[in-house]
């Protein structure tokens, strides 16, 4: 159900859960102290409890009343990218509920680059947002994705169609050097200049690595459509009739339905791959093959894209 500005600050100030647009993704979002409309939110979502959440705030005020021992490395990453698609991981403050941290000592923070966030957030207060898809379910980037995935009861706040596409880039302050856990829009070489020191591009982690978890959500599996996705090197002279293809490079490609090609633009394909997964699906392809990505880390969005893409096609 699409509701109006005001609607949507009544409704989380009473409890209610709401989705709301950011630059990434759209979030599920709830008041971050109030645990019933946490609870609600898991419920919502199908999510295990013991995933935490990002903590979506409006300004640095709001950052340090949920925060301890704020590093300098904070202030100078929020000065360089807040607004933007960049979550911080710090020490919690004890005030924070447990359900939102799903245990841990630390917590998620992040002020998103949306005028509706940014105005919604300053009325009602810190919110808690996973990204607002049913688990298993890519993220979605506009509010079609929402009536795909929840019946009319839930009040969507309507951003029309998010910018980036992917999630945000998750960096941990609490380890002995910053770290990537999740690669978004945000580079590591960008993350390196802001703070004078060198950050390392992320390192996909082999599933059956024994280190503990660092972030709890890369544990879970994560959405595969259920055409099969692979990566293809050469697209082939035919192409297979159930198969969807997704190109980057500058070739001649045929003019055909089941062929999209981003001529090298690669924030596109950032901002369409959720809907591409999506749209496979409805229209029942078997297969999506996705040209191969060159592996160029200073380009901001590639890392993301090999790791949301190399995702959807594990065993
Ligand atoms: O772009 C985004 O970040 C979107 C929009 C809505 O802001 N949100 C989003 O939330 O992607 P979610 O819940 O789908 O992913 C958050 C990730 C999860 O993998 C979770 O495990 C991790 O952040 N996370 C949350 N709190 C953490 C913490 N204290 N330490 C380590 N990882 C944490
Ligand atoms: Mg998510």
């Known amino acids: 159900m699409i509701i109006d500005f005001q609607t949507a600050v009544k409704l989380i100030k009473k409890g209610d859960v709401v989705a709301f647009p950011t630059e990434t993704v759209y979030g599920l979002g709830a008041d971050a102290n109030n645990i019933m409309a946490i609870k609600r939110t898991y419920e919502l979502k199908g999510r295990p409890s013991d995933n935490p959440l990002i903590v979506h705030v409006s300004s640095i005020s709001q950052a340090e009343d949920i925060t301890r021992n704020l590093p300098d490395s904070f202030y100078k990453l929020a000065e360089s990218f807040w607004p933007g698609p960049l979550t ?160 980057y490079s500058q070739n001649e490609w045929p003019d055909v339905k089941n062929l999209i090609s981003y001529k090298g633009n690669f924030s596109i394909l950032a901002k369409d791959l959720y809907d591409i997964f999506r749209r496979a699906d409805h229209l029942q392809y078997e297969k999506i093959y996705i040209e191969e990505l060159p592996v160029l880390h200073e380009d901001t969005i590639i890392p993301a894209l090999i790791n949301r893409i190399s995702k959807a096609c594990t065993e």
């Open 88 to 247: 911080l991981i710090v020490e919690k403050d004890p005030s924070v509920p447990d359900i939102v941290t799903g245990g841990l000592s630390t917590v998620a923070v992040r002020m998103p680059n949306h005028p509706l966030a940014l105005k919604l957030i300053t009325q009602t207060g810190p919110l808690t947002a996973p990204s607002a898809n049913k688990s298993g379910k890519p993220s979605p980037t506009k509010p079609e994705h929402l009536l795909q995935d929840y019946d009319d009861s839930l009040p969507i706040l309507d951003g029309g169609n998010t910018t980036i596409g992917l999630e945000s880039t998750i960096l941990d302050l609490t380890s002995k050097k910053p770290e990537i856990l999740r690669p978004g829009a945000i580079s590591h070489v960008e993350l390196s200049e802001a703070l004078g020191e060198e950050i390392l591009p992320f390192q996909e982690k082999k599933n059956h690595d024994s280190k503990p978890v660092k972030s709890p959500g890369t544990k879970y599996t994560h959405y595969k459509p259920d055409a099969e996705v692979k990566w293809i090197k050469k697209i082939p002279k035919s192409l297979e009739n159930n198969a969807l293809y997704v190109v």
